[in-house]
DNA sequence: GATGAAACTTAGCATTTCTATT
DNA sequence: AATAGAAATGCTAAGTTTCATC
């Protein structure tokens, strides 16, 4: 609203805002309700849109644009309770885009009437193209797909680090048990902050002004984010964490912990209210800092890679069964993949569909078990009928139904399977661990050793991601 | 050490596309 | 061929990390 507005309007509850959503609710009906021929005409356009403007040229290979459309403007929404909602997006124009090119590629043209805002040729950053956002006055990059070279070398490195880390883990361990009882308090609250990123995969959680969600991370905890517990459940020494994490997903955990991990939150506390920094002695720039020094590469971030990584080789060797059909290791796969998403704490809101679809589900279920029923029946008659003859014709057609039965039965065990599945997974979000945590080489080695196609845990994209880690397949590879 | 710019990865959800079924 | 439901993809916000400057 301009100023002029604000002095009219000051209570958005008093708005009525019905003649906006039948207005798109109505586009969005319209839209639905296109004739096949105009949707497809609709695609064909976009085909060109990405054909002409969805590739570039890097060292000579035809590489994919991750996101080369600007993003439109409209109402900035954020995620949680964010102090800039509502706010307005701004139309991004060529005068405030920068290009970075080759220094003899041709330059793409501005589009008619206008400049870009400036033109750089810096081959030390991946950008393609950037600009700044007016809502939070940060940037945003036109970068490659992740299946690019640039980027899957990228993946390569940071899977790598990881690896490294598995070497020093111990030691790492080792000293920050030590830093427990340290005469600094810098250094306890150190060790006990390190111990919970490696232990529940908890992000560093640098410093946030106040112009965004107030979600924190490890190193930002709050006073009121924990709550100690002498005794739980039968368990002793329980820390109780409740924040809200990244994108305002809510992180709640009873932890049962050392003693001295306990006694040591006990004295972080102490003195302290709602408000506080639960480490006032510590930073996630000191943190990374002091991790450098004990490997390369290494930082707070690191330590979810690899615990994520290690619980999926652990369970994948926990829970597969090297007697059971696909569809079943499937399943463990699934169940694996599940383990490090509950670790990342990787949540979703339970599908809109979601119960409908389970029915759905249950129905056929039910239907195949009846199918089942009948052909076994049939089964039966034959089997009489055949005993009393001789005859060629009724032996094969009792041969066919036999297999048919088989045929079902798998078929059932299948949507088993998938209920199973699907109940499990009702309100955890699998993709975010599986493309951005988990190293594909423990995968592909996986699917190898147990004879289950890639195809069935990678989908097209994924396998066009990780095409680095299914080239390795070959080489028998152990994290 | 604090602060902010810069560049990159990670995240959940909405939309679009694909697939199986009728 | 139409349609519903599942799966894939697009979108862009929200993190982490590094580096420069005071």
């Not at 570039?56 to 995620?79: A, S, T």
């Not at 706010?87 to 043209?109: F, S, T, W």
């Not at 640098?206 to 930002?220: I, L, M, N, Q, R």
């Amino acid at each position: 609203m301009t100023s002029e507005e604000r002095k009219i309007i000051k209570d958005l509850t008093k708005c009525d805002f019905k003649e906006m959503h039948a207005y798109f609710m109505k586009k969005s009906e319209e839209r639905k309700n296109w004739t096949k021929e105009q949707k497809q005409e609709l695609k064909k356009e976009n085909e060109k849109i990405l054909e002409q403007y969805g590739y570039c040229l890097m060292d000579g290979h035809k590489q994919r644009v991750g996101n080369f459309k600007i993003e439109p403007p409209g109402l900035f929404r954020g995620r949680g309770d964010h102090p800039k909602m509502g706010k307005l997006k701004k139309r991004i124009m060529p005068e405030g885009v920068i290009i970075n090119i080759g220094k003899d590629a041709k330059v793409p043209e501005a589009p008619e009437g206008h400049k870009w805002q400036k033109v750089t040729h810096d081959n030390k950053v991946s950008w393609l193209a950037c600009w700044v956002e007016n809502i939070q006055g940060s940037y945003k990059y036109v970068m490659l797909n992740p299946t690019s070279r640039l980027k899957g070398e990228k993946d390569w490195q940071k899977y790598e680090t990881a690896r490294k880390l598995k070497d020093c883990v111990k030691k790492i361990r080792g000293d920050y048990e030590q830093d427990w009882k340290s005469k600094e308090m810098r250094l306890r609250q150190r060790g006990v902050a390190l111990y919970f990123i490696d232990k529940l995969a908890l992000r560093a959680g640098h410093e946030k002004d106040e112009e965004t969600a107030d979600t924190v991370g490890c190193c930002s905890l709050r006073f009121e984010h924990i709550k100690l517990h002498s005794e739980w459940e039968d368990k002793e020494n329980v820390v109780e964490f409740d924040f809200l994490g990244k994108d305002s997903v809510r992180y709640w955990n009873f932890v049962p912990v050392e003693k001295k991990v306990f006694k040591n939150l006990g004295l972080f506390m102490k003195g302290k209210q709602p408000g506080d920094d639960l480490f006032d002695r510590l930073t996630t720039t000191s943190l990374n800092k002091y991790l450098s020094e004990l490997m390369d590469g290494l930082t707070a971030k690191v330590f979810r890679t690899y615990n994520a990584s290690m619980t999926l080789q652990d369970q994948l060797s926990k829970l597969t069964e090297p007697e059971e059909n696909v569809n079943a290791k499937v399943l463990s796969y699934n169940r694996a993949n599940r383990a490090v998403a509950i670790l990342c704490n990787h949540q979703r809101s339970v599908p809109k569909t979601f119960d409908k679809s389970m029915t759905n589900l249950q129905n056929k279920i039910a239907e195949k078990k009846k199918a089942i029923k009948e052909a076994k029946k049939e089964v039966k008659e034959l089997k009489t009928q055949v005993k009393g003859s001789n005859d060629d014709k009724l032996k094969k057609q009792f041969e066919k139904k036999k297999a048919q039965v088989q045929r079902l039965q798998d078929q059932l065990f299948k949507l088993e399977v998938t209920a199973t599945d699907k109940e499990e997974n009702k309100e955890i979000a699998l993709g975010t661990s599986k493309l951005n945590y988990l190293d594909p080489r423990i995968t592909v080695a996986w699917c190898k050793k147990h004879e289950v196609p890639v195809e069935k845990v990678y989908n097209k994209t994924q396998r066009e991601k990780f095409a680095w880690a299914l080239d390795m397949a070959e080489k028998d590879f152990v994290f």
